[in-house]
């Protein structure tokens, strides 16, 4: 089954750090520009940084300088390291294709920046 399956959010203080990971099937991390997205309450989805099978990448201004997306070709992984979290990137982070499917649609991973 094609899909992809995100980890390692949780609850830390404003300036603290977290890396998120996606785990995606083969097929999937060999062929797709792999995405960060995050939807906060009320709010739309939005793209905070992607990746492409040739390691070229692009973040989001919001995010820009503070986060960083890497890949790790050997366990089909797609990073999101953040640094210096601010409580407005308290949201649901999900790992997707660029653009969005929603055959892939993943339960996310909550993070929750405290000020």
């Known amino acids: 089954q094609e899909q992809l399956v995100e980890s390692g959010g949780g609850l830390v203080q404003a300036g603290g750090s977290l890396r998120l990971s996606c785990v995606a099937s083969?097929?999937?991390?060999?062929?797709?520009?792999i995405s960060w997205y995050r939807q906060a309450p009320g709010e739309q989805r939005e793209v905070v940084a992607h990746?492409?099978?040739?390691?070229?990448?692009y973040i989001a201004d919001p995010v820009r300088g503070r986060f960083t997306i890497s890949r790790d070709n050997t366990r089909n992984t797609v990073y999101l390291q953040m640094n210096r979290l601010k409580p407005e990137d308290t949201a649901v982070y999900y790992c997707n294709t660029y653009p969005w499917r929603d055959q892939y649609r993943g339960q996310g991973t909550q993070v929750t920046v405290s000020s």
């Open positions: 990746i492409t099978i040739s390691d070229n990448y």
């Open positions: 083969k097929s999937i991390f060999s062929s797709a520009i």
